[in-house]
């Protein structure tokens, strides 16, 4: 189901909100919960039934393994890593199955049938990487784990801690697209005494949330599809296109990519509100990135801690061990303990979404853009310019190196071959093989992609406007570029239910035929 779609909006989302208040008012929390779980199933349940077994199937392993790991009886240390190790093995063995198998041998062998020949399930990279943190912590017997999972050792708390469990991996906001939501973000919320009593500032923050996430979906990220889709598609059959439809695709796709992901990300956090429960924000301003080490604490930022925990972190701690151990000093010791690891690094983020040689591409392109921006900051001559120059001159500065690399790498990650970016790449410069017919400029297209830049640059994000009413935890501190005199703050006033109002009747306007959202697909 998508969050976009008339029915989920209008029946299934409404009523899910009204009868967990009513079920935590007259029955209690762990049946509060079960509303989350049963709502989140219904939301599910069209991805099909092999995705929904395999969903539940990997949530009671996890439970269990994850019970046996926080239990104070369990002691062995040799078993305790046994049974993470085994946890680990079981998620990602899974993921890499349904994900990649038929990706992978369709590189090796195209004109083989596929093996499993399904769509990938709906979800499984996010509740994957969801649960293996929360193995994490369990190995490690983190208190709000520990205290999440208490009374599980008979039959009515066995099946109280699945619900919990499952209302913190599950929980339909969050289950197909993200964020990845860490234990000790849910945990305290869940178990507080005031969790499932009705605040108006909840329903009001949320509201808010969801509405500009709409907004962003239908009326800016499907409006730029429409443009932009016609002309990869030229691109993918190999037919000639113009300079100005290269720049118009690739500008198109900058903001489409965007909004659409941010719009998600914003739904998320306003339907989770309306339950009472803060999500970690996923998307600050990204685009607006001073650099590519900025850009990754700015752009899915749960995912990015994530592959820090798993890949990053014990690579480079591997790399300095073994640097140290054979004496290396200098390049070569950065090399393995910085270089080495976040090359693989951006490599893994890179097939994760998908096993294509345009990804294999981007991931380099960002690997190696991360490893010499690091090298710059950390030189002597770039302390020398920090020091005689402002602030605001840098953030300038900053924005203005990275925005092309950063557009020409987001079309590299919509190009669907090498072949195709490279025309896109070539088309763009002028040496590209011109169409026969002319090309005429749509001006209404252009503008539309000068508003979407505009608000990008310009305006400031719906947490910014809503930081005073906390609309979600902080994954990263991120300090914020919106011009001062922008700095618009949303208050529970007329003036700002009018203007959300008027956003609320162009997504409805709009709505028509929705659209699924881009990163569904991975």
């Known amino acids: 189901m998508l969050f976009v779609q008339p029915f989920f909006l209008f029946v299934l989302l409404p009523v899910a909100v009204f009868v967990f208040y009513l079920t935590r008012h007259y029955v209690g929390r762990t049946a509060a919960l079960a509303v989350i779980v049963a709502a989140s199933a219904i939301f599910y349940a069209p991805y099909g039934a092999l995705p929904a077994t395999l969903l539940a199937t990997s949530l009671c392993l996890n439970l269990i393994i994850g019970i046996a790991l926080s239990h104070d009886g369990v002691t062995s240390p040799s078993l305790r890593k046994i049974l993470l190790a085994t946890g680990l093995s079981l998620n990602f063995a899974a993921l890499a199955t349904f994900k990649y198998l038929d990706q992978v041998a369709a590189l090796v062998a195209p004109s083989v049938e596929p093996i499993l020949g399904i769509a990938i399930p709906a979800g499984i990279s996010f509740y994957t990487f969801h649960q293996s943190v929360f193995l994490l912590d369990a190995y490690k017997r983190q208190t709000d784990v520990v205290v999440f999972l208490k009374g599980a050792n008979n039959v009515l708390g066995g099946l109280a801690a699945f619900i919990r469990y499952a209302a913190f991996v599950a929980f339909f906001p969050q289950l197909v697209i993200g964020p990845i939501t860490y234990m000790s973000e849910f945990a305290p919320q869940a178990l507080r005494q005031s969790f499932g009593r009705p605040r108006i500032t909840d329903l009001q923050v949320g509201t808010t949330l969801i509405i500009v996430?709409?907004?962003?979906?239908?009326?800016?990220?499907?409006?730029?599809?429409?443009?932009?889709?016609?002309?990869?598609?030229?691109?993918?059959?190999?037919?000639?296109?113009?300079?100005?439809?290269?720049?118009?695709?690739?500008?198109?796709?900058?903001?489409?990519?965007?909004?659409?992901?941010?719009?998600?990300?914003?739904?998320?956090?306003?339907?989770?509100?309306?339950?009472?429960?803060?999500?970690?924000?996923?998307?600050?301003?990204?685009?607006?990135?001073?650099?590519?080490?900025?850009?990754?604490?700015?752009?899915?930022?749960?995912?990015?801690?994530?592959?820090?925990?798993?890949?990053?972190?014990?690579?480079?701690?591997?790399?300095?061990?073994?640097?140290?151990?054979?004496?290396?000093?200098?390049?070569?010791?950065?090399?393995?303990?910085?270089?080495?690891?976040?090359?693989?690094?951006?490599?893994?983020?890179?097939?994760?979404?998908?096993?294509?040689?345009?990804?294999?591409?981007?991931?380099?392109?960002?690997?190696?853009?991360?490893?010499?921006?690091n090298e710059v900051r950390n030189s002597k001559s770039f302390k020398a310019y920090r020091s005689r120059t402002s602030d605001r001159w840098r953030m300038l500065a900053g924005i203005a190196v990275t925005v092309v690399p950063l557009t020409l790498t987001f079309a590299l990650f919509r190009s669907t071959s090498l072949d195709a970016f490279w025309n896109l790449v070539l088309s763009l410069v002028g040496l590209g093989t011109q169409p026969s017919e002319p090309f005429y400029i749509n001006r209404r297209e252009w503008l539309k992609i000068g508003v979407a830049g505009a608000i990008v640059y310009l305006l400031p994000n719906v947490y910014e406007m809503l930081k005073l009413y906390r609309p979600g935890i902080k994954t990263f501190d991120n300090p914020s570029i919106t011009p001062y005199f922008l700095r618009a703050v949303w208050r529970p006033n007329l003036i700002w239910a009018v203007f959300v109002s008027l956003l609320a009747v162009a997504v409805f306007v709009n709505i028509n035929i929705p659209a699924p959202f881009l990163y569904a697909g991975f």
């Open 213 to 373: 996430g709409l907004f962003k979906k239908i009326c800016i990220a499907d409006t730029l599809a429409i443009i932009i889709n016609p002309i990869f598609g030229e691109l993918t059959v190999g037919a000639p296109i113009t300079s100005a439809q290269a720049l118009l695709a690739i500008l198109g796709y900058f903001f489409q990519l965007y909004f659409d992901f941010s719009g998600y990300s914003d739904i998320a956090l306003g339907i989770a509100r309306l339950f009472g429960i803060r999500l970690p924000i996923n998307f600050d301003s990204p685009l607006r990135a001073t650099g590519i080490v900025d850009f990754y604490r700015r752009w899915h930022m749960t995912l990015t801690r994530v592959i820090v925990l798993f890949i990053f972190t014990p690579l480079s701690l591997w790399g300095m061990r073994v640097a140290i151990g054979r004496g290396y000093k200098g390049w070569r010791r950065r090399a393995l303990g910085g270089w080495l690891p976040f090359l693989i690094n951006f490599q893994i983020i890179a097939l994760w979404h998908s096993a294509q040689y345009t990804f294999v591409l981007f991931g380099l392109i960002h690997g190696l853009w991360y490893v010499v921006e």
